[in-house]
Each structure stands twice: as C-alpha cells, then as structure tokens.
C-alpha cells in the first residue's frame, strides 16, 4: 500500500539516485570521488547566505546560493593546485573545511541574529529530510535527471575521452574544458537538488557509492554509467520503502545503507572482480603450479619417482609454500603415502611425464616467439598441450574444444 | 671478480593471479655492471625490488652476498623510478642523502654532525655539493638522479639497483650519470640497472640479464647480448602469440564464466 | 586582553582552541605528505557510529567507552579503506568515500533510533560544544580542571612525543617508504600507529570542539605549510604556528565581533590565511609570480627596445616610438625617464646593455647554427628569446667553445654576419 505522498518520495529518491550515479560515474573515472564531499559541503554557506539575503527559506533562494557557492568551491579545487604548490588532495579538504566552517558560523550568526522561527529548519541542510519531500522538489530532480540523461547519451564519446586522455580530446579538436565545466557544472547542481532529501553528507555517498559498485561489475563505460544510474535508482526505491515501513527511521540514511549493501554484495560476488572469484582463482593457481613442481621433482631427481620420500624433502626440494599442494596430489591420486614417507603412483608418473614434456614444449614456443601475455606464461600442462595442438593443427574453434 | 654477488634461485613472483617473473635462475658477479632487459611489463622492476626484499617472491629464494635477501638490508641501495617519487615532498637534497645514514643511527638516535659530513661526502662523490639545500623538485632530472645515487653511496650499499636512470634524461645528463656509475665500478660495487635503450647497452654494461617475465639469458654482454637472444627476448613471431593469448583467454573465461565468456 | 586572562570560562576556551588546533595541524602534516589529507574529513563523520555503540555498549556518557568506540571506528574505517584498495583494487578516493558515508549513515540511524536515550544530536556533533568547556570539568590529583583540557593535551603530547621520538623514521616512510622498507623498518607498523594517533586526535578534539574544526586543522594550516615550506622541520613548525593562529584569532573573532560559532570562525580565520598565503607566499605566491613574470617581461622588452634602437643608429635608418599602450610602450617610457635612451640612441648604461646584448645574440646564434645544428630560419626567433637568459659566466663558456672550433668556421661567421649586418 502506497500513499501519494510517498509515491512523490519514491519517483524523487529514485530519479535521484539514477542521477547521482550517471554524475558520479564520472567522479570515479577521473579518480576525484571524494571531491563530491566536499562540493556537498560547499553548499552550505551558499544556503546560508541565500537564505540571509531573500530573508525565507524558498527553495530557488536557497539553491542559486548553494549552486554559486558550490561552482567557486569546484572552480578552487581546481585552481588551486595549478596556481601553487598545494597537492589535489589538499586542495579538496582545505576547500571543504574552509567552506563548511564559513557555513556554520553563518549558520550560527543566522540562528542567532537572524529571524528565529523561520531560520530554524536550515539545519535539515546537513542531514537532509527526504519523508518530507514536496512535490516541487521532486518534480526539480526529476527535471534534472532528465537532463543529466540526455546530455550523457548524447556527449557519452566526449565525455569518456574527458575522462580517459584529455590531451587526445585536445588534440582531435573537441574542446574538453567546455566538457570539464559541464561536468562540473551537472555535478553540482546534482548535489544541490538532493540537498533537501539526503543531505550534505549523505549526498557524497549518493554520488560515491553506486558507480563503485558498478566498477565491479563492468571494464566498458557506457556500461558502467547504466549500472550506476541502476545501482543508485534501486536503492533510492529500496531505502525509501524499507523506511516508510519503520517511520522512525529516516529515509537517506536508509538509502546510504541500501547501496552500501548492494556495493558489499557486488565487492564479494561479481565474477570477475569480485573478492571470491579473485581468490579462488589465485589459490586454484597457486596450487596447480606447486602440484606441478612436486611431480616433477619427485620424477626427475629420484629415480623416476619410485621410492618412498620423507615429506619435508619434498617440500624443501620442490620449493612448495607450504604441505596444502602435497594434501592435493595425494587426494587426486598422483601420490601415496606410507607413514610419513611418499612417493607417485603411476598415474602420477604419468602425469609428471605429461608435465615436463609441456613445460619443454612450451619453453621451445617461448624461445620462438616472445611476445608474452602475463595470462599466458604460467599454464598447466592441459593449457600448453590444448595450445601448442591447436597451434600445430590450426584449427581456429575454441569453444567446440574448451567444451 | 669471481664471488657472486647476487644469486636468484627458482624464482617465481606472482601479484593475484598473474605471474610477474617465472622460474627465474641466474647469479650475477660481483663489481660488475649489469643491465636488465626486455620489453614493457617483463617484470624488470619487480625483480629489482625482490633482490631489494621488499616483496616476498611465491617460490625461489634469493641471497645476497649469501645472506637471504630479506636480512640484506644495509647491503642494498636503490635508486627509484622517476615517477614514483613525490617530487614535491618538503625535503632539501642534505636530507635525501642523510636518509642513506638513517639505517646505521637506528631508533631514536638523531643525525648529527658526523652523518652530516659524511651524507656532504657521497654528495661532493657525485658533484652536487652546491646543490645541498635546493628542495629536491628544483633540480633536473639527472641531479635528481645524482642525488639518489649519493643515498645509495651514503648507504655504503655494496650493491645499487637503480629503475631505469636513463629514462628521460638529455644526452649530458646520461654522460654524467655514466661517469658516476663507472665510479662506482671501479669501487667495486655491484650496479644492477633496469634499462631500456639497446643502442647503448655494449658501451655501458659488462653484464646484461635479458628478461620476459622468465630469464632468457644471463652473463657477461659479449657473449650474450646477441641477436639471436635479444630476438627470443623481444619475439618475432608477435601475431601468432597474440592469437594463442586471446585462445587461452577465450578458454580461461569459458570456463569460469560458463558459457557467457565464450564468444 | 587583561578581560580573557580573568574571564576564566573566556580562558578555558582560548586554550582548548588552541590545543586542538595545535594537534589536528601537527597530524595533518604527515597526512598531507602522504596524500591523504581527506582522511581527516572521512573520519570526523565516520566516527559517529562508534560513538554511539560506545554509548549503547556500557548504558554511560562517560568519556571513556564513547571515547574507545570512537578511535575503533576511526580505526576500522581507515583500514577498510585501505583494504578495499589494495584487495579489490579500487580507487583510494572511492573506497574511502564508501566507507565513512556507510558508517555516518550508519551512526544517524542509530541516533535516531535510540534518540530518547541519548541527548546527543547532530548538529552537536557538528558544532561541537567549545562554549562549554569551561562547565564540564574533571579531577586531576585533586585540582579541577577542564575535561577537555585534559584529553586534547594528551592526544597533543601523544603526537608531539611520536613524532620527536621517531623524527627520521617518520620522514622517510613519508618521502621514500620503498627505502624505509628496504632499510628493514616496519613501515607497516608506522603507518598503522600514524592512524591510532590520527584516530586518537580526531577523536579527542571532536568532542571538544565538533568535526569542522577537525576537518578544517587538519587540511588548511598543513596546506599553507606545503606552499611556504621546503623542509619537514619547518612544515611542522609553520603548519602548528599556522593552526594556533588560526585558534587565536577565529576564537577571538567569534566571541569579540561577530557572536558566531566559535570553530566555524577558527575555520574561516584559516581560509583567511590559507588565501594571503596563495596570493603572497615569497615564492611560489600568485602575486609574487606574477610580478617576477611582469618585471621579466619588461626587462625583456627595455632591453630589446636598447638594442633595436643602436642597430638603427647605426645602419641610419629611423627610431619609430612603440605605441603607449603596450609593455614595450611602457618600457620605453621607463628608459626614457632614466636616461638611457634620447631620441631614439641609447646613452651611456644604455648603450652598453644594447651592445652586450647584441654581442650575445651574435654569440648564440653562432653557437645554435654550429653546435646544435639548427636551421638558418630557425635561429632568429629562438635567439631572439635566449639571449635575454645568458649570463656573464655563459657567454665566457659560449666564446670559449666559439674559440676551439677551427677558424675558417669563424671567418664563415663572421662573412655571414657581415653579410646580415
């Protein structure tokens, strides 16, 4: 069951999701992440000051004096570090102190001298409101995410080479500091609109989070603007809905934590990049080259692999991290044990035999041609005999054989 | 000339999944120069910073001067890669060279007149005392290059891996590093160096290791920069090994992926 | 002045201010130096939720279980961070952004959730409680002191004592950790105890004084440190002269003129600083650039106007006056006024700066044709530029080469400048 008011909230949580994601994608690809926390912060005297000026709190007053605030925090982090020695990473922080300081003690001027009853919401601004969404706000995002949408399928191949190698873009004649300021200028007024719902700090992790998770997931960048703007759509649905269950709960914390989930599912599960797939992969690795190297020691340096060896011969002569790789051999049956000492079995022979004639191969085709892929060096037999076959036979289908 | 300086055995050095060195056997002589080469990616700068000991290698040891590499500390000095410096780090060229003498103070002790003179010393031995107290990014590239070798010196290393000092340095530049390091030979210290300009290799190196992620040959440049090694360092044959490169990836993600990795 | 030595409450303020500045800016240092100078921003917000576990946990408002709840998180942040970026490989920046914004939203929900337990509300956290200081007191050996007082000074004597004892180690993990490791020191260990004590100072100073304050001492006086400084010793000394400077006038400012909030104000005092620092910084300041840029520019363009004037003198062709409202119009007013140009011939120092210069030009011209082998119609522009850059000690050097090459290639010199002439 779903009220009005929070089908408002819904249609502008998501539309703000989808459009922070699109924008922070951006963020991310230029490894500035974190300079939408400090823009985010930036806006607050600008509300301030707005606020001051038009005496009440309407909304376009508050947000034209967050906008300009938030430009000259963007158009000083970026000069800063050109016009002096200050690293990047300086300038952002310096930028957001500074700039966020300026704000509370406006704030706290404004609270204190300022006309009481009507300043007292401004303090909403830091953590931000999204419950109480009004239609107008929404109506603003969704604006805006339409807009950011558009732009970005239209520019998308101007903006991947803004993103990627500008001086290229410079050089075939796009002019990337029109590209730059536009995103500069998209990034901040998609902070400043979803200021009211989620808030200063919680706006950083709209932006951060749902294009981190997309990383995972995806080495294209079109591919990875839709993730984002999916990622940050979702968990504005999902954070905005588990908080109309519980109503105590506010709703952009919620939304933080929705994606913040989704990024821990995709960090652990996400096949390619992912904390599992990664690991498997590299003991997988680690174990096959160390079984190799225990056949091939025990065939060649004793006697063809018949006698019974101590253990840790084994393990000092095969030069194996640890006894997991020899557990291994012995459960596929390449080795059997008699008390402490071991030896191969004859399938074990025969796979140590199989071992070294490959790696002589291989090493021959290495010598022959040099060119090598990192992938490629380190293979199993399987690998290099499927390879070198296939080399000397030139059949060209893959899948028919890898099946 | 006989004693082994640097001796690698069964090396092999693995970041995740991808091997960067592979089975890698050589020993490298004591005073001599020595040169490693071969093509972007061949783990050149990985090998140097396994003899360094900062990074634990998954098979293989090695030894140094016949002390495992990892307790070789004072014998060792490096010379870094131009880019991964901070340039812009707060520190005067004294300072850079006075970190050479940090090992002996040990804890807690401060450096003192003694390490002073002596960091001044190692920098005259490369001509820069007159630069002492520039911050480090004022300097060109190759008195930047001078200063890090009067760090190795200050050390008192016996061997001194540098990452490429060549790189991007005009032709004066390379002439004064040179002069350096035949100093430094004849100081019979053991210079390895990651190098990338095959032109000059026979003029400047007495030993070279031809490396593509495994060792392809190893030993004094006469006999083993040749064409034949330098061939099977930098391949020929590129367009039939790119195709078995994209053939195992299409098998390897075939069968992780299921069948989404196929085509 | 005598009223803030004898307002007690006034007092308190001054020096707690002071205080955390001191320790937030000292720590900064070694952050800035590494790149990381956000990091004091992430765990100002990422504290909260350890913070109030602190509070949950042990049922008390007692500093010490919020205390250690808080440098915990601040820990548990920062490694994650740090291993989300070396194990699943992802931009510093992005995983440090991830985690605290989790763990801030983390710590408002909670707030809300047990909002009628705790008096504590954000904006609390924001501001801090400064104003209070001098009302929330401890005993130590029998004296009544300041609570916060007490933690900032021991944070601060951490920091301070850490970085005396451990000076050199400290500057060569910062500058070369490739060396510190090789050298065998516990670079791993170092960093991690740089944490705690980020951790502990964070911490500590946030109560007292809000995040703001934090974020701001940790980023701005280290930031107007790297631009004056060229050694680590005197970073950490300008960085901590620039902090306290920061605390003394903010703190003054917000109680004296503006009735504002008092870390608010030490922040914008430290904006303040930070810009006179970009604008006027002896070396690398915009303005004092600027104007060795100009001076440059001018000396240029005197000197060019010297030397085309004595050609045309002495070929007999006419002087024509730059336009007035251009650099060389300028310059040519300027040598007008000091005497070095009348009517269109240099006089006296004039004449000697134009015959130097044209005595250089010639020099590298020749050198440029001989030495580096550039084009005829390339030289003259090139030329044009480097002449203005030869120094006395140079130009011995360039006619010293000129000299040892044979001398039929001078006579050829010589005929082709002839021949220009």
Redesign the interface.
Known sequence: MILPNTLIVLIGTSTLGFCCGLVGSLLLLRKRALLADALAHSTLPGIVLGFLIAGSQAYWALGAGALLTTLLGAVLVSRLPILT?I?PDSATASILGIFFGTGIALLSIAQRSGPGAYSAGLDHFLLGQAAGMLQQEALTITIVAVIVGALMILLHKEIMVSCFDSTFGKGTGMSMGVIDLLVMLLLSITIVISLPAVGVVLTAALVVIPPATARFWTDRFTHLLAISALVGALSGISGTLLSSQRLDLPTGPVIVLCSATLFAVSLIVA??KGLV??RL??IR??QR??MQ?ILIFLHENLQGGNEFVARERIIAGS???DSSALRFCILSGFVEQAGTHLRLTPKGIARAERSISARKRWTEW??????????????DEE?IE??LD??SMEIPD??R??? | MNQTAIEIH?L?M?Y?????L?DIDVEIPKGSLCAVVG?N?AGKSTLL?CI???HKP????IKVFDVPSEQS?EL?G?V?QRE???W?????VL??VM?GT??R?G??R??GKAQRDWALECLAAVGMADYRSR?IGELSGGQQQRVFIA?ALA?DAKIILMDEPFAGVDAATEDTIRSVLADLKNDERTVVIVHHDLQTIEDYFDHVLLL???L?AAGPTESTFTRENL????????T???E??E??????S????GKAG?? | MMEILLNPAMLDIYIVAILAALSCSIIGVHLT?R?RAMLGDAIAHGVVPGLILGFIFTGSREVFPMFTGAVIAALFLSLLAEWLRDRAEMDGGAALGVVFTTLFSGGIILIEMYTREIDLDASCVLHGLIEFTHFQRMDLFGISVPRSIVSISIALFINLSALL?????W??C???P??A????LPVRTMERGLLIMVAVTTVSCFEAVGSILVVAMIAVPPTI??IL????G??MLVSGLAGVISAMIGTFSAIHFVDSNVPGMIAVTSGGLLFLTVIFAPHRGVLPVATRLFMWRLRVAREDLLAESLQLSNSGGKFVSPGLWSLSGFAFLQLGFMGYLRNGTPKGRGERIAVTLLRKRGLWQRFAADRLGLPADHLEEPAHRIEHHLDEALMVMLEHEENLSSPQDIDADQNLDAGKE
Not at chain 1, 368 to 376: C, M, T
């Open positions: 020695r690293r096949p390619h797939g990664r992969r590299w690795r680690k080259r160390e190297r030069l194996a991290a290495l010598d022959s041609a040099a060119e090598i892929d990192r992938n490629l060096i380190d293979l690998d499927r390879l296939r080399r893959m899948e054989d890898s099946k | 069964d092999t693995a995740r999944e991808k091997p960067v592979w093509p990616g910073s360094l000991g900062t998954a098979n293989g040891w500390d060792i490096f870094p991964s410096v901070d812009d780090f707060p520190i005067q300072d850079v970190m940090y090992r103070l804890w807690f401060w450096p911050q760090r050390q593509n992620l495994r392809v061939l099977r360092t930098y391949g020929g044959q590129l039939l090994l790119d078995a490169a053939a195992v990836r299409r098998i390897r075939g069968r992780s992926m196929g085509k | 130096l790149n004892i451990f000076w050199k180690e500057k060569i910062a500058f070369d490739i060396l490791r090789s050298m065998g440190a790297g400084c060229d050694r680590f005197t970073m």
